[in-house]
């Protein structure tokens, strides 16, 4: 069942959001060239509770840590541990956090230092993707146009979309319906996009192959083929006209949580 948010859902849900996209950024920041990624899980860990929330994803389906950490070739779902993050890696932060029973649901890939043309590209195009996507995020269109739009231009760029993981719906849970697929399902019907609806709109592009793998510590996802992949994300409302990115960066700072 689609769950259509009212206005009251959605001032509980806009703070979680913003606090969402505000520790995203601020673990964006943290990582250097040096750093553990066991250390990356313990930075968003203090900053959820530093802001009143905690992650939406520790112990969701038994997930053990609190943020997905998934460098170069790791599509998905990766876990912070020892590995320590070089110059030149791309790392995907996947960051859920739940606060005053909603939740917020983002994501980036960013460079460690900095990287080279390919790999910026493929973040560039994979970012773009995300924008295009949401464009067709419109009161009247279907799933199938937001599915459309992603898979469109990530291809006409060269790329391949993932398709054993897709976008979904996100609000009181970290998963509602309906799935959102960066790719078109021809078999499948497409729910009307309809006011009130919050998507969690999040194309994963993969350097070569769209095949992937799920490696032997049952959680992290990484391309088949060994080449790089890459992740964005937004929390998005359909509205009565333009779509609304309820995990925009906000521009002014958030208030911690007393004591």
Known sequence: MIILKTERDLEAMRPACEVASTILEEVAGFIQPGVTTGEVDNFAAARMRAYGGK????????????????????????????????????????IGVTYHGYIGDTAKTVAVGGCGVPAQRLM?????????????????????????AVQNYVESNGYSVVREFVGHGVGRTVHEEPQVPNYVELDKQ???????????????????????????????????DGKLSAHF??????????????????????????G
């Open 233 to 258: 994300e937004h929390t998005v409302l359909i509205t009565e006209g333009e779509p609304e990115i309820l995990t925009w960066p906000v521009k002014t700072p958030l208030k911690l949580k007393a």
């Open 190 to 224: 497409s729910p009307k996009l309809r006011p009130g609806m919050t998507l969690a709109i999040e194309p994963m592009v993969n350097e070569g192959t769209a095949h992937v793998v799920v490696l032997n510590d049952g959680w992290t996802v990484a391309t088949k």
């Open 124 to 148: 560039d195009v994979t970012e773009q993707a995300l924008y295009e996507g949401i464009a067709q995020a419109l009161p009247g269109n279907r799933v199938v146009d937001i599915s459309r």
């Open 55 to 94: 992650s939406a994803f520790l112990g969701y389906r038994k997930f053990p840590r609190q943020i997905c950490i998934s460098v170069n070739e790791e599509v998905v779902h990766g876990l912070g541990g020892t590995r320590r993050l070089e110059f030149g890696d791309i790392v995907s932060l996947d």
